[in-house]
């Protein structure tokens, strides 16, 4: 069954401006038109959309969307390789958590000393206008 861009957007929860941009950029192939230039959408297109719209639901960038879609279409391959892809973005979440935990901290500490007083010794003012003064250097 064809669908028109719209319909293909409401089936997948997405915006219209998303699909012409994945189409744009080869994550959706382009699309049959009608004779009055409208695009028509089969099952495969909402298939597709579907899974790149959750793996950029779990965080997942273009290009290993790319790569998950072409091994996708090859299912007789080892799934390793997917492994791989999916475990370099686990490692990628991890460090993002340990940079995130890190500035949690860091601004706990900041605030800590709490509100009252004048701004000139507020110690998050303090803290900001001095790098030293954190107590983690890669944040």
């Known amino acids: 069954m064809d669908r028109t861009i719209g319909a293909l957007a409401r089936l997948a929860d997405v915006k219209v401006p998303t699909i ?3 189409e744009e950029i080869g994550l ?3 699309a049959p038109r009608t004779e009055s230039n409208r695009r028509l959408y089969g099952e495969e297109a909402v298939r597709r959309l579907r899974f790149i719209r959750h793996a950029r639901d779990l965080g997942f960038e273009v290009e290993a969307i790319r790569q998950l879609l072409a091994l996708a279409d090859q299912p007789e391959r080892p799934c ?3 492994d791989g892809i999916a475990r370099a973005h686990l490692a990628a ?3 993002r958590i340990a940079r995130l935990t890190a500035l ?3 601004i706990g500490r900041m605030t800590e ?4 007083g004048r701004v000139g010794d ?3 003012i303090q803290v900001l206008a001095d790098h ?3 107590t983690h250097p890669q944040h």
């Not at 000393?113 to 009252?116: A, D, Q």
């Open 20 to 22: 012409r941009y994945y």
């Open 80 to 82: 390793a390789e997917v």
């Open 28 to 30: 959706l192939p382009a």
């Open 132 to 134: 030293g003064l954190c």
């Open 93 to 95: 979440i991890d460090d």
């Open 122 to 124: 507020c110690q998050v």
């Open 113 to 116: 000393c709490g509100s009252h």
């Open 104 to 106: 949690r901290t860091e």
